[in-house]
C-alpha cells in the first residue's frame, strides 16, 4: 500500500452494467476520468466519496483508510471536497452563507486569508451577498467550486463542473480552473468526457468504458497511444508541455519548446495582451492527429512554420477503414499524425522510417 | 349574539386539544414521513395506507375501535390500567390520543411531500460538506421543506378543531374535560338554542377562513423547495 496514492477497489453490479474498477490514482495533480456517459466515472466518483456504498470496496486516500471490510467512514468524515455538475448551492443561503456552511463544521478549514485567495482566484468576490437564483450558471458554478475548498480538503472531486454550462459560460469558468491546477497541491479527481478540457486540465487520464478502467497513465504518454479504447475521432491527438523560449515580436509569433526535446519546438501563435507570452512560461500544446500531416522529404516553398523530423513509431488503423494513425517520434516527444491508409501505404511508412511532420495547427492551452 | 362560558370553555378547550395534537402529530409525523419519502422497504405501501386510512373512514369507526382499544379490556387501556392511570376514553387526553390518528394523515403527507420533493441532492451536498445526518436535518432539510411544515401544522391544527364523530365516541360530551366546540354546537341546536349556535359557528366559519387565507397566503400554490 502506497501512502501518497489513492487505491480504489470497487464491484458493484447495476442492470446495465457492472463497475469494476481496482485503480492506483496519484496523489497528485489532476486526474480525469474519462470517458462516454454511462461508463460509470460518475458512479466511480460517488464511491470514493461515500455517497454510493459497494459492498466489500477499498479505498485508501494517501495511506488513510476510508472504506475496507467493515471499516466504511461515511461522506461528512471523509476530508473531500464535491463539486456537483448542476452547482447545487443550497438555496436558503446566500453565496456567503454557502462557503461558511461547510467552513463552521469541517475540523480544518481555510484561514480568512486563504479564503479571500481562493474567492479572488475564482473571482466571486462581489456575488457573495447575492442569493443563487440570483447568479448566472457559471457564477453559481464558481461559487461550488470555492466552497468545495473551503472545508480544505485533502481530495478534491469534480463531477463534470461545465457540462450543465453553454459554451460561453465554459469558456468563462476554465481560466479558473486552470488557475486552480497551477495553484492546488491536493489531488483532483475530474470526471468529463469532453476531450478539450481534459488536454487543457488533466495531468492524468484514466479511460472508463463499460464500468472498467481500461487505460490509466499520465496524459501526455496515454493521449500518443494508438490503442486506446476510446476512438476520440477528431479530437484524437497529442498534448504536450512546453516552455516558452524565444518571441518573435514582428509575426506574433512565440516558440514553445517541448520539455521532452529540448532541441524541437513548434511556433505558435503569441499571446496579443501587451508583452506576449513570458520567456520561461510554461505551457501546454495540442496538436491533433488531424492537423498533422507527413512527408518523407523535407519541403521548401509551403506555408507551414512547423515541420519537424522524426522517426516513424507504430501505425494503428483510425475508427474510418480509409484512414490510419501514425505516431512519430520527433527526439522524444511524440505527435499523432491522421491520414488515409493509401498515403501511408504509397509513402511506405513503418517503423523506423524517417519523415517530417507538418503541423498546420498547434493550440496552445494553459 | 354573545358568547357563554361554556362556549368559550369549549373554544379554550377545543383550541388547547388542536395546540397539543399538532405538537405531537409534528414529533410523530417528521420521522414517519421521512421513512416514506426515503425508504424502499415493501412496507412503504401498508404503512402509507394505514396513515391516510383517516381520510376515507367514517370518523364513527375509527372512533368505535380506539374506544374499543382504550377500554378496560382492550390493550391500550389495559396498559394505561397498569401504568395506573386508568383508561383514557372520556377524559381530556384520550382526545389527544385519538386526535393524533384522526389527523395524522394531514401531517405526514404533506411533510412527506416536501421532503420527497427536495430529492437526495441537498442531503449529499451537505454530507460533503462536513454535515452529520442530524445537523443536516435541522440545517438543510427543516429549512428547505419549511412550507411543507407550515401546511403540516396549520393543517394538523384545523382538522383537529374540526373533528366531531371521533369525540362523541372517545370522548362523550362532559364539559370543560371532552366538551369542544363541535359538541357545543350540537348541544345548542339539539337544546333549540339556534341564537348561541349561531354565535359559535359564526366563530368556526371565521376562524377556518382565516386559517385557510392565512396558508395559501404564506404557502401559495408554488412552494419553494427544491434546488434551483
Same mark, same amino acid.
Given at each position: 500500500? /502506497?501512502?501518497?496514492?489513492?487505491?480504489?477497489?470497487?464491484?458493484?453490479?447495476?442492470?446495465?452494467?457492472?463497475? #469494476?474498477?481496482?485503480?492506483?490514482?496519484?496523489?497528485?495533480?489532476?486526474?480525469?476520468?474519462?470517458?462516454?456517459?454511462?461508463?460509470?466515472?460518475?458512479?466511480?466518483?460517488?464511491?470514493?466519496?461515500?455517497?454510493?456504498?459497494?459492498?466489500?470496496?477499498?479505498?485508501?486516500?494517501?495511506?488513510?483508510?476510508?472504506? #475496507?471490510?467493515?471499516?466504511?467512514?461515511?461522506?461528512?468524515?471523509?476530508?473531500?471536497?464535491?463539486?456537483?455538475?448542476?452547482?447545487?448551492?443550497?438555496?436558503?443561503?446566500?453565496?456567503?452563507?454557502?462557503?461558511?456552511?461547510?467552513?463552521?463544521?469541517?475540523?480544518?478549514?481555510?484561514?480568512?486569508?486563504?479564503?479571500?485567495?481562493?474567492?479572488?482566484?475564482?473571482?466571486?468576490?462581489?456575488?457573495?451577498?447575492?442569493?443563487?437564483?440570483?447568479? /448566472?450558471?457559471?457564477?453559481?458554478?464558481?461559487?461550488?467550486?470555492?466552497?468545495?475548498?473551503?472545508?480544505?480538503?485533502?481530495?478534491?472531486?469534480? #463531477?463534470?463542473?461545465?457540462?450543465?454550462?453553454?459554451?460561453? &459560460?465554459?469558456?468563462?469558468?476554465?481560466?479558473?480552473?486552470?488557475?486552480?491546477?497551477?495553484?492546488?497541491?491536493?489531488?483532483?479527481?475530474?470526471? /468529463?468526457?469532453?476531450? #478539450?478540457?481534459?488536454?487543457?486540465?488533466?495531468?492524468?487520464?484514466?479511460?472508463?468504458?463499460?464500468?472498467?478502467?481500461? %487505460?490509466?497513465?499520465?496524459?501526455?504518454?496515454?493521449?500518443?497511444?494508438?490503442?486506446?479504447?476510446?476512438?476520440?475521432?477528431?479530437?484524437?491527438?497529442?498534448?504536450?508541455?512546453?516552455?516558452?523560449?524565444? &518571441?518573435?515580436?514582428?509575426?506574433?509569433?512565440?516558440?514553445?519548446?517541448?520539455?521532452?526535446?529540448?532541441?524541437?519546438?513548434?511556433?505558435?501563435?503569441? /499571446?496579443?495582451?501587451?508583452?506576449?507570452?513570458?520567456?520561461?512560461?510554461?505551457?501546454?500544446?495540442? !496538436?491533433?492527429?488531424?492537423?498533422?500531416?507527413?512527408?518523407?522529404?523535407?519541403?521548401?516553398?509551403?506555408?507551414?512554420?512547423? !515541420?519537424?523530423?522524426?522517426?516513424?513509431?507504430?501505425?494503428?488503423?483510425?475508427?474510418?477503414?480509409?484512414?490510419?494513425?501514425?505516431? %512519430?517520434? %520527433?527526439?522524444?516527444?511524440?505527435?499523432?499524425?491522421?491520414?488515409?491508409?493509401?498515403?501511408?501505404?504509397?509513402?511506405?511508412?513503418?517503423?523506423?522510417?524517417?519523415?517530417?511532420?507538418?503541423?498546420?495547427?498547434?493550440?496552445?492551452?494553459? | 349574539?354573545?358568547?357563554?362560558?361554556?362556549?368559550?370553555?369549549?373554544?379554550?378547550?377545543?383550541?388547547?386539544?388542536?395546540?397539543?395534537?399538532?405538537?405531537?402529530?409534528?414529533?410523530?409525523?417528521?420521522?414517519?414521513?421521512? =421513512?416514506?419519502?426515503?425508504?424502499?422497504?415493501?412496507?412503504?405501501? +401498508?404503512?402509507?395506507?394505514?396513515?391516510?386510512?383517516?381520510?376515507?373512514?367514517? +370518523?364513527?369507526?375509527?372512533?368505535?375501535?380506539?374506544?374499543?382499544?382504550?377500554?378496560? @379490556?382492550?390493550?391500550?387501556?389495559?396498559?394505561?390500567?397498569?401504568?395506573?392511570?386508568?383508561?383514557? +376514553?372520556?377524559?381530556?387526553?384520550?382526545?389527544?390520543?385519538?386526535?393524533?390518528?384522526?389527523?395524522?394523515?394531514?401531517?405526514?403527507?404533506?411533510?412527506? @411531500?416536501?421532503?420527497?420533493?427536495?430529492?437526495?441532492? +441537498?442531503?449529499?451536498?451537505?454530507?460533503?460538506?462536513?454535515?452529520?445526518?442530524?445537523?443536516?436535518?435541522?440545517?438543510?432539510?427543516?429549512?428547505?421543506?419549511?412550507?411543507?411544515?407550515?401546511?403540516?401544522?396549520?393543517?394538523?391544527?384545523?382538522?383537529?378543531?374540526?373533528?366531531?364523530?371521533?369525540?362523541?365516541?372517545?370522548?362523550? @360530551?362532559?364539559?370543560?374535560?371532552?366538551?369542544?366546540?363541535?359538541?357545543?354546537?350540537?348541544?345548542?341546536?339539539?337544546?333549540?338554542?339556534?341564537?348561541?349556535?349561531?354565535?359559535?359557528?359564526?366563530?368556526?366559519?371565521?376562524?377556518?377562513?382565516?386559517?385557510?387565507?392565512?396558508?395559501?397566503? =404564506?404557502?401559495?400554490?408554488?412552494?419553494?423547495?427544491?434546488?434551483?
Amino acid at each position: 500500500m /502506497s501512502a501518497s496514492s489513492i487505491q480504489a477497489r470497487f464491484r458493484l453490479a447495476y442492470p446495465e452494467f457492472t463497475l #469494476d474498477v481496482d485503480l492506483d490514482l496519484p496523489g497528485r495533480g489532476v486526474t480525469a476520468l474519462f470517458g462516454h456517459s454511462g461508463s460509470g466515472k460518475t458512479t466511480l466518483l460517488r464511491l470514493i466519496a461515500g455517497l454510493t456504498r459497494a459492498p466489500d470496496g477499498h479505498l485508501s486516500m494517501k495511506g488513510e483508510v476510508w472504506q #475496507d471490510g467493515r471499516t466504511f467512514l461515511p461522506t461528512h468524515k471523509r476530508s473531500l471536497g464535491y463539486v456537483f455538475q448542476e452547482a447545487s448551492l443550497f438555496p436558503h443561503l446566500t453565496a456567503r452563507g454557502n462557503l461558511l456552511y461547510g467552513m463552521k463544521r469541517a475540523a480544518e478549514r481555510l484561514d480568512p486569508a486563504a479564503l479571500d485567495h481562493v474567492i479572488d482566484l475564482l473571482g466571486i468576490g462581489g456575488l457573495l451577498e447575492r442569493r443563487p437564483h440570483q447568479l /448566472s450558471g457559471g457564477e453559481r458554478q464558481r461559487v461550488g467550486i470555492a466552497r468545495a475548498l473551503a472545508v480544505k480538503p485533502r481530495l478534491l472531486l469534480m #463531477d463534470e463542473p461545465l457540462a450543465a454550462l453553454d459554451l460561453a &459560460r465554459k469558456q468563462e469558468i476554465l481560466p479558473y480552473l486552470e488557475r486552480l491546477h497551477e495553484e492546488l497541491d491536493i489531488p483532483v479527481l475530474y470526471v /468529463s468526457h469532453a476531450p #478539450d478540457e481534459v488536454a487543457r486540465l488533466a495531468d492524468h487520464i484514466v479511460f472508463m468504458r463499460a464500468g472498467r478502467a481500461d %487505460v490509466a497513465g499520465p496524459l501526455s504518454e496515454t493521449l500518443a497511444r494508438l490503442d486506446l479504447p476510446i476512438h476520440l475521432g477528431e479530437d484524437a491527438g497529442v498534448v504536450l508541455d512546453a516552455v516558452v523560449t524565444e &518571441r518573435d515580436e514582428q509575426w506574433y509569433l512565440a516558440r514553445a519548446t517541448f520539455t521532452d526535446n529540448p532541441d524541437a519546438g513548434v511556433w505558435v501563435r503569441d /499571446s496579443v495582451n501587451p508583452g506576449g507570452h513570458a520567456i520561461g512560461h510554461p505551457v501546454r500544446v495540442r !496538436i491533433l492527429a488531424r492537423d498533422v500531416s507527413l512527408a518523407v522529404t523535407r519541403h521548401s516553398g509551403t506555408s507551414i512554420q512547423n !515541420i519537424l523530423p522524426g522517426v516513424v513509431e507504430t501505425l494503428a488503423d483510425d475508427n474510418h477503414p480509409a484512414l490510419a494513425l501514425v505516431r %512519430v517520434n %520527433v527526439g522524444g516527444a511524440r505527435v499523432v499524425a491522421r491520414l488515409t491508409r493509401r498515403s501511408a501505404h504509397d509513402l511506405g511508412l513503418a517503423p523506423g522510417k524517417i519523415v517530417y511532420a507538418q503541423i498546420k495547427a498547434v493550440a496552445l492551452i494553459g | 349574539m354573545t358568547l357563554s362560558e361554556g362556549d368559550l370553555a369549549a373554544i379554550w378547550l377545543t383550541l388547547r386539544l388542536a395546540g397539543i395534537t399538532t405538537v405531537l402529530l409534528l414529533i410523530i409525523g417528521t420521522p414517519i414521513a421521512w =421513512w416514506l419519502a426515503h425508504t424502499q422497504s415493501k412496507w412503504k405501501g +401498508p404503512v402509507g395506507a394505514v396513515v391516510a386510512l383517516p381520510l376515507v373512514l367514517p +370518523p364513527t369507526v375509527l372512533g368505535f375501535y380506539l374506544l374499543l382499544a382504550m377500554g378496560p @379490556n382492550g390493550p391500550v387501556g389495559q396498559f394505561t390500567q397498569w401504568l395506573g392511570i386508568g383508561t383514557l +376514553p372520556f377524559t381530556f387526553w384520550g382526545l389527544v390520543v385519538a386526535s393524533v390518528f384522526y389527523s395524522m394523515p394531514f401531517v405526514v403527507q404533506p411533510i412527506q @411531500n416536501a421532503i420527497e420533493s427536495l430529492g437526495p441532492r +441537498p442531503l449529499e451536498v451537505a454530507a460533503t460538506l462536513r454535515a452529520g445526518p442530524w445537523d443536516r436535518f435541522w440545517s438543510v432539510v427543516l429549512p428547505l421543506a419549511r412550507p411543507g411544515f407550515v401546511t403540516a401544522s396549520i393543517l394538523g391544527f384545523a382538522h383537529t378543531v374540526g373533528e366531531f364523530g371521533v369525540v362523541l365516541m372517545i370522548g362523550g @360530551n362532559i364539559a370543560g374535560e371532552t366538551r369542544v366546540v363541535s359538541v357545543q354546537i350540537y348541544d345548542h341546536v339539539e337544546a333549540m338554542e339556534y341564537a348561541q349556535a349561531h354565535g359559535l359557528a359564526a366563530v368556526m366559519v371565521v376562524f377556518s377562513f382565516l386559517v385557510l387565507l392565512a396558508l395559501y397566503t =404564506w404557502n401559495p400554490g408554488k412552494t419553494r423547495v427544491g434546488m434551483p
